[in-house]
Nanobody, 123 residues
Framework: QVQLVESGGGLVQTGGSLRLSCAAS????????MGWFRQAPGKDRAFVAA????????YFADSVKGRVTISRDNAKNTVSLQMNSLKPEDTAVYYC????????????????WGQGTQVTVSS
């Protein structure tokens, strides 16, 4: 059973940056698609970014494209989300997730989820 733990959230001003990390235990992430989703108050969980197991393919939501990068270190069993030029609308709980296969932008493709980390962007 893979367990995922996110870290790195916090309060940041508009235009600032944050780096979220996701650490796995209980299994290797090396064969999983890794994704980040976010959920703002009163809204559905939304796709942010994903990366294939090999790291050679990445995917981004239009709302974050150009401001966010995703990376993984299979040796360390971690995946990271670097967020720059943050906006108040980026405020949400951010979740790390792992999928064996499926459409990477769909939350129902993911088998394992972390508990989330809060990101708050002040205006």
């Amino acid at each position: 059973q893979v367990q995922l733990v996110e870290s790195g959230g916090g309060l940041v001003q508009t235009g600032g940056s944050l780096r979220l990390s996701c650490a796995a235990s209980g299994g290797s992430l090396s064969t999983y698609i890794m994704g980040w989703f976010r959920q703002a108050p009163g809204k559905d969980r939304a796709f942010v970014a994903a990366i294939r197991w090999s790291g050679d393919r990445t995917y981004f939501a239009d709302s974050v494209k150009g401001r966010v990068t995703i990376s993984r270190d299979n040796a360390k069993n971690t995946v990271s989300l670097q967020m720059n030029s943050l906006k108040p609308e980026d405020t949400a709980v951010y979740y790390c997730a792992a999928a064996v296969q499926g459409i990477v932008t769909r939350s129902d493709a993911y088998d394992y989820w972390g508990q989330g980390t809060q990101v708050t962007v002040s205006s």
